[in-house]
């Protein structure tokens, strides 16, 4: 298994998907599944329904990623874990960079060889 390359292309999909807008959004439910949680700041949300909940709220409206890092590793059950580092824009504040850390287990979907789901996600923002 190629992990650099599944972390490669996940993030690039990942990432130009949520920076697509709130509209394009929901078409990552597809990467999240009943057992799949996301921690955003602290806060908890589970199963792909709570999740797209919290990535599609209003304030998250337009929102630019450019990522800096992705590391990747094998993780056990044919998994890999996914840390990526870079800087956001909410409401085309470019002057106004976040930085940000975030962390994917993904693990493969079961009866769909090749395919991976988001099992767990951790999203940080990162203030100096």
Known sequence: MDFNAIANSFVSHYYTT???GIAGRPSLASLYRPESMLTWESQQFQGPQNILAQLTKPELATVKHKVNSTDAQPAPGGGVLVTV???LAVDNAFD???SFAETFNLQPIP???GGFFI???IFRLIFA
């Open 111 to 113: 009866g769909q060889p």
């Open 96 to 98: 106004k960079p976040l």
């Open 119 to 121: 099992y767990n996600q």
């Open 18 to 20: 949520f920076d697509s």
């Open 85 to 87: 580092t870079g800087s």
